[in-house]
């Protein structure tokens, strides 16, 4: 979901600039405030995008966009492979985002 004020629905912004990381091992009954609240630690978000099957389903993924290079690096340096969100055994995978079509 777009953070109110900080851009458009992530599907219309592929290219909006930002800095964009995948959230891999989210746990299926996880919410974009959920994600919002532990990435959101690290600086200000452009927007949270939960990954969702047509049925609606959580695919267990995630994608976030941060203004700033800066944030987005300790989010990864702080999270991938060190924290599991409640309701998953295993620890978050958090790395940049390919950007190739």
């Not at 600039?17 to 452009?46: N, R, W």
């Not at 695919?59 to 690096?73: E, I, N, P, T």
């Amino acid at each position: 979901i777009p953070i109110p004020g900080r851009g458009s629905h992530f599907g219309d912004c592929f290219d909006a600039g930002g800095h964009k990381l995948f959230v891999g091992m989210v746990p299926f009954g996880s919410v974009e405030a959920d994600i919002e609240a532990v990435f959101g630690q690290f600086g200000p978000l452009m927007e949270v995008f939960l990954m969702r099957e047509k049925d609606g389903k959580s695919k267990g993924c995630a994608f976030v966009r941060y203004h700033s290079q800066h944030a987005a690096d300790m989010a990864c340096a702080a999270l991938n492979g060190t924290m599991a969100l409640p309701g998953c055994v295993r620890a978050l995978v958090v790395k940049y985002a390919d950007t190739e079509p």
